[in-house]
T-cell receptor, first 117, second 113 residues
Framework: DTEVTQTPKHLVMGMTNKKSLKCEQH?????MYWYKQKAKKPPELMFV???????INESVPSRFSPECPNSSLLNLHLHALQPEDSALYLC????????????????FGAGTRLSVL | AQKVTQAQTEISVVEKEDVTLDCVYE???????LFWYKQPPSGELVFLIR??????QNEISGRYSWNFQKSTSSFNFTITASQVVDSAVYFC??????????FGAGTRLTVKP
């Protein structure tokens, strides 16, 4: 089973709202990722968590706040977003971070399509 | 610097045609990994294949085949006898040992009935 589940599938929010995106995996993976994908563009890495610790923050604005409460869950808290933040937000997981071999295959969820009005 | 180039932005074929998606990469690393992912309209990126830099063996999986050539820094993907369900955006990606994946721009494949 290579399933990564993301909720909600769609989200519309105003610029003053606070919302959260949720990602869950039960594959025993210890690395989890957030990507942002604008229309007709490839995914861009935002954050990497390894063993529930933030390993990579790709200079993402503070209005995006990731959280990894346990090894199976990854949240992305959103606050005071801008219309240009509208995108597909993808979560992924892999067995480990920073190692090669089969452990670095990332499995993706279906994403949350976010619209900021 | 790492870079992945997918020069074909969009390809349109008729069902049952064969189609090849090109991927050219640049890296100074001796150990690296190449991937292909499929993204259907639903949005999920579906993992198709991973190749490491020491394994140049070509691979076939059903109607899918991959041709990895280090001499030309290419990792091309061929779909034989294409079907409508193959319509999607296909991404080639490159990563080093640290898992940070660099995606190409993607190729949108449309298979018409």
């Amino acid at each position: 089973d290579t399933e990564v589940t993301q909720t909600p599938k769609h989200l519309v929010m105003g610029m003053t709202n606070k919302k959260s995106l949720k990602c869950e995996q039960h594959m025993g993976h210890r690395a989890m990722y957030w990507y942002k994908q604008k229309a007709k563009k490839p995914p861009e890495l935002m954050f990497v968590y390894s063993y529930e610790k933030l390993s990579i923050n790709e200079s993402v604005p503070s209005r995006f706040s990731p959280e990894c409460p346990n090894s199976s869950l990854l949240n992305l808290h959103l606050h005071a977003l801008q219309p240009e933040d509208s995108a597909l937000y993808l979560c992924a997981s892999s067995q480990e971070y920073g190692l090669g071999g089969s452990m670095n295959i990332q499995y993706f969820g279906a994403g949350t399509r976010l619209s900021v009005l | 610097a790492q870079k992945v180039t997918q020069a074909q932005t969009e390809i349109s074929v008729v069902e049952k045609e064969d189609v090849t998606l090109d991927c050219v990469y640049e890296t100074r690393d001796t150990t690296y990994y190449l991937f292909w992912y499929k993204q259907p309209p639903s949005g999920e990126l579906v993992f198709l294949i991973r190749r490491n830099s020491f394994d140049e063996q070509n691979e076939i999986s059903g109607r899918y085949s991959w041709n990895f050539q280090k001499s030309t820094s290419s990792f091309n993907f061929t779909i034989t006898a294409s079907q409508v369900v193959d319509s999607a955006v296909y991404f080639c990606a490159l990563s080093r040992n640290n898992n940070d994946m660099r995606f190409g721009a993607g190729t949108r494949l449309t298979v018409k009935p």
